[in-house]
Nanobody, 115 residues
Framework: VQLVESGGGLVQAGGSLRLSCAASGFSFDDYAMGWFRQAPGKEREGISCISSRDGDTYYADSVKGRFTMSSDNAKNTVYLQMNRLKPEDTAVYYC?????????WGQGTQVTVSS
């Protein structure tokens, strides 16, 4: 299983970024994919998740209404559109996959929001 992330960077507060996570090597029949983030000195935080079982997407309260997670099944890719970014969104963002009883993580991509 391989998860390859892209799309992080530096943006001013109020701006937008879109993260991508291309996935390969797992069964697409039953899985959950999501995004986590970890700021310096803080625990890793789950911020969004989509399940193949119901197709619903879930968001943490801290990002609800600003972030949107979507998927392109043809490309085996999930996206995280981040709007109205705030300095407190600064973190390393990780793509996560749960499939066949195992957890998989991307390499992480840095998002920095300047005030």
């Amino acid at each position: 299983v391989q998860l390859v992330e892209s799309g992080g960077g530096l943006v001013q507060a109020g701006g937008s970024l879109r993260l991508s996570c291309a996935a390969s090597g797992f069964s697409f029949d039953d899985y959950a994919m999501g995004w986590f983030r970890q700021a310096p000195g803080k625990e890793r935080e789950g911020i969004s998740c989509i399940s193949s079982r119901d197709g619903d997407t879930y968001y943490a309260d801290s990002v609800k209404g600003r972030f949107t997670m979507s998927s392109d099944n043809a490309k085996n890719t999930v996206y995280l559109q981040m709007n109205r970014l705030k300095p407190e969104d600064t973190a390393v963002y990780y793509c996560h996959l749960f499939s066949s009883g195992r957890d998989y993580w991307g390499q992480g991509t840095q998002v920095t929001v300047s005030s």
